[in-house]
């Protein structure tokens, strides 16, 4: 079976580039046999940064690059020679992005426009070189600062499509033939459940050049909360959407039974989903006159917009994008979306600090340690880093 190409879930190692070594060096010349201390400073280690891209849709480039290194900072010379920096090693990762500590689980970014940039992981500062210790009384310092040492992370990555509606409802409910019939997307059709297996998303145009993004999960079935069918993985994809469109075949026994399964299992998904608005579209409505869909509107629930559409009859379209652009942009809908936007922008700009500390003396391989033949190494506070 050939393996998809929508990749919405993937867990990669990351590493920072540890700092240079600051240079212990005494200047010498035949006209200055006594030039004292001039010992560069050692370059930074390169950064792990994450960066929004708009031009990618999945985590498929990730799934065979799990491994991201940037480089070390070069090691201080003398003359006072600074070392190179290390280069920085850029995660491009398509907007809607969540990011998690794999061993801890804990929150750490969520990448949400295009050109977003978030440190994951800071290179470590290069060390400093024995020019900068010589006093009065010590006029000659013969040791150096070793480099702060590298960083290293495993992180989960988590793609949430972004979208302004959602489509919930049960195998061959006619999402995936509404999404084709409003927009250019292509996902596939049949007269078989699941033929939706990966998540969709279309753009859908309205009046004066407006649009709006709609998605399509695979269909969600009774029991999909306990590990049942294929819905509720893909769930995480509508949990940022502004609307929920759930759709139920018009020759369904209970309409309002199959309605209240699919609100069922979204609530224990994440009971935060309750809180955003609710279409219903009572699809395949080809098959029912005016009397039945009378009868079947009076036992639906009377707070909830109710629309009849048939994609393939081309009915009852218009007027649902009518329903679902007033919902999208009712003063209600734009308060709750800038509340939720306002908290992603707060968090993405307090990410994860993974501070690591200085490794004692010869217990960490990844310290570079001074030759012994020439240097002595001592230990600093803190302080000596500023």
Request: net charge negative; proline share 4%.
């Amino acid at each position: 079976m050939a393996e998809s190409n929508f990749v919405d879930y993937v867990k990669i190692i990351c590493r920072s580039g540890k700092g240079g070594r600051g240079s212990m060096h005494m200047h010498r010349a035949k006209y200055a046999p006594n030039g004292g201390p001039d010992g560069g400073d050692g370059g930074r280690g390169g950064h792990v940064i994450l960066r929004g891209n708009h031009n990618y849709w999945t985590l498929l480039h990730l799934r065979y690059d799990r491994h991201v290194f940037a480089t070390h900072g070069g090691n201080g010379g003398k003359c006072g020679s600074t070392g190179a920096n290390g280069e920085d090693r850029y995660i491009d990762v398509p907007c809607g992005t969540v990011v998690y500590n794999a061993e801890t689980g804990e929150y750490i970014c969520d990448v949400t426009e295009d050109g977003q940039e978030v440190m994951l992981l800071k290179g470590g500062r290069g060390g400093r070189g024995n020019m900068h210790f010589a006093t009065a009384t010590n006029q000659a310092p013969r040791y150096a600062q070793p480099g702060e040492p590298m960083q290293e992370l495993t992180v989960i990555m988590e793609l949430k499509l972004l979208a302004d509606v959602g489509l919930v409802g049960f195998p061959n409910a006619g999402k995936s033939t509404l999404l084709s019939t409003l927009s250019s997307a292509k996902p596939k059709i049949a007269g078989y459940p699941f033929t939706t297996m990966e998540p969709s998303l279309g753009i859908v145009p309205y009046r004066n050049g407006q649009s709006f993004v709609m998605a399509d999960i695979p269909g969600i079935i009774e029991g999909a909360s306990e590990g049942k069918g294929l819905g509720l993985r893909f769930l995480r994809h509508i949990e940022r959407n502004s609307l929920l469109l759930f759709m139920v075949p018009g020759d369904t026994d209970d309409i309002k039974k199959e309605y209240e399964i699919l609100l069922g299992e979204l609530r224990k998904f994440n009971p935060d989903m309750m809180d955003k608005q609710r279409v219903l579209a009572i699809t395949k409505s080809d098959l029912l006159d005016e009397e039945l869909q009378q009868m079947l509107s009076e036992d639906l629930p009377d707070d909830l917009p109710v629309v009849f559409i048939s994609a393939v009859a081309q009915r009852g379209l218009t007027e649902l994008k009518d329903k679902l652009w007033e919902s999208l942009n009712n003063e209600s809908n734009k308060l709750a979306a800038i509340s939720h936007q306002e908290s992603i922008v707060h968090r993405s700009k307090t990410p994860l600090a993974l501070q690591s500390e200085m490794q004692a003396e010869g217990e960490d391989d990844d310290i570079e340690i001074l030759d012994e033949d020439e240097y002595e190494i001592e230990d600093f506070d803190e302080e000596d880093w500023d």
